[in-house]
């Protein structure tokens, strides 16, 4: 089995998209409408904040989770006793950003949550009948000028041969959020688990978005759409030496949401940052 890439600008796209969403918990879009050109320019600049000092003039505030994450305070996979290898910056439009990367990266922000909100109403009108009269409003309203969706700029740094044993820049997990969108990142690594518990990769040509399928809306579709397991690995040979910079943007839905019968949005959520011990 291998991750397909679908053409945004073709016929018949949303169908094939969400099936497979379904099938995977994966898509993967080329052609779509954000720009390669902003993408790029971001990666350019946050690499170059991630190189400097002024990084830890933002760091993050446990009570807003806004700013710079170090890496000796990143991240444990759920079920993992090792932390990632990976430094990263949470932005938020009213959090704190350094004020010559805010344009672009809000930018970003809002074009990135423009087609979240429209993938969001292909997988609602995509999904049967019967799932679809589980979602306790319309997918895109959830997200709505939700304060809650997260963008997250992540530096998985070259490898320096002094890892913890058992280290990778992203142990395998599942995204907490609705769905998660991506643009391929500078760098290959990223893999996803299949059905059969293998371990496929997800193409990375740049200028490709993958998009993903978070717990949260496998909760809403009462397990119809999967949230798969998913991870980056770690560099081999040359590839050790370059940096990865990622730009995964966490569609949040607004905390009142109702997702299910257990569960509004922000119950689940403060469920599971308690369970990864960030809050």
């Known amino acids: 089995m291998k991750?397909?890439?679908?053409?945004?600008?073709?016929?018949?796209?949303?169908?094939?998209?969400?099936?497979?969403?379904?099938?995977?918990?994966f898509g993967v879009l080329s052609n779509h409408p954000i720009s390669k050109e902003l993408v790029e320019?971001?990666?350019?600049?946050?690499?170059?904040?991630?190189?400097?000092?002024?990084?830890?003039?933002?760091?993050?505030?446990?009570?807003?989770?806004?700013?710079?994450f170090p890496a000796s305070i990143s991240e444990t996979a759920k079920?993992?006793?090792?932390?990632?290898?990976?430094?990263?910056?949470?932005?938020?439009?009213?959090?704190?950003?350094?004020?010559?990367?805010?344009?672009?990266?809000l930018a970003y922000y809002k074009h990135a949550n423009e087609l979240a909100a429209e993938l969001l109403g292909w997988i609602?009108?995509?999904?049967?009948?019967?799932?679809?009269?589980?979602?306790?409003?319309?997918?895109?309203?959830?997200?709505?000028?939700?304060e809650k969706t997260l963008l997250r700029v992540l530096h998985y740094p070259p490898m320096a041969g002094d890892e913890e044993l058992g280290a990778i820049r992203a142990a395998a997990h599942e995204d907490i959020n609705l769905i998660t969108v991506l643009p391929a990142a500078n760098e290959p690594g990223l893999?996803?688990?299949?059905?059969?518990?293998?371990w496929i990769d997800?193409?990375?040509?740049?200028?490709?978005?993958?998009?993903?399928?978070?717990d949260m809306l496998q909760e809403a579709s009462g397990g119809y759409y999967p949230s798969t397991?998913?991870?980056v690995i770690n560099p081999e040979g040359t590839?050790?030496?370059?940096?990865?910079?990622?730009?995964?943007?966490?569609?949040?839905?607004n905390p009142e949401v109702v997702l299910s019968e257990r569960y509004t949005a922000d119950s689940y959520l403060m469920e599971r940052l308690r369970e990864l011990g960030v809050i």
């Open 229 to 231: 397991s998913h991870r």
């Open 202 to 214: 997800v193409p990375s040509d740049f200028g490709n978005i993958i998009i993903n399928i978070g």
């Open 79 to 105: 079920g993992h006793s090792v932390k990632d290898i990976k430094e990263y910056f949470h932005v938020y439009p009213w959090g704190r950003i350094p004020e010559s990367l805010k344009a672009n990266i």
């Open 41 to 68: 320019t971001i990666y350019k600049e946050w690499y170059e904040f991630f190189l400097s000092e002024q990084k830890n003039d933002f760091l993050f505030k446990p009570e807003t989770q806004d700013g710079f």
């Open 124 to 146: 609602e009108e995509y999904a049967p009948a019967e799932v679809a009269a589980k979602f306790s409003i319309p997918l895109p309203a959830m997200i709505a000028e939700s």
């Open 3 to 25: 991750l397909e890439t679908i053409d945004y600008r073709s016929e018949g796209c949303a169908k094939q998209f969400v099936e497979s969403l379904r099938e995977t918990g």
């Open 239 to 253: 590839d050790k030496t370059k940096s990865r910079i990622s730009l995964p943007l966490f569609l949040h839905p």
């Open 191 to 198: 893999q996803v688990q299949t059905k059969d518990d293998n």
